[in-house]
Nanobody, 119 residues
Framework: QVQLVESGGGLVQAGGSLRLSCTASRIAGSIFSIYPMDWYRQAPGKQRELVAT???????NYAGSVEGRFSISRDDAKNTVCLQMNSLKAEDTAVYYCNRARTIGFWNWGQGTQVTVSS
């Protein structure tokens, strides 16, 4: 079973930046590379929402709330997908998760990484 481990979260002031990483283990790189990958976030009392997507070919898509501030990338050699977050706002505070694109079917969720933005 694929295991996802997210890291890189923390406490940052509004306007600051963070870079999140997610590594998938128990999967060959050649298999990981064919899947589109997503970053999600879940704020307290809210449903999990899709933040960004990257296809196997590197095409990206973003939620309107993060467009122009966040950037998703992947390194298939390392089974890793990253999320660069700039110009952070208080409303970006959430637990961030990565997973395979929901259109294909989720793997088991990792523990996520907490991002807290102070205003």
């Amino acid at each position: 079973q694929v295991q996802l481990v997210e890291s890189g979260g923390g406490l940052v002031q509004a306007g600051g930046s963070l870079r999140l990483s997610c590594t998938a283990s128990r999967i060959a790189g050649s298999i990981f590379s064919i899947y589109p990958m997503d970053w999600y976030r879940q704020a307290p009392g809210k449903q999990r929402e899709l933040v960004a997507t990257i296809t196997s070919g590197g095409t990206t898509n973003y939620a309107g709330s993060v467009e122009g501030r966040f950037s998703i990338s992947r390194d298939d050699a390392k089974n890793t997908v990253c999320l660069q977050m700039n110009s952070l706002k208080a409303e970006d505070t959430a637990v961030y998760y990565c997973n395979r694109a929901r259109t294909i079917g989720f793997w088991n969720w990792g523990q996520g990484t907490q991002v807290t933005v102070s205003s």
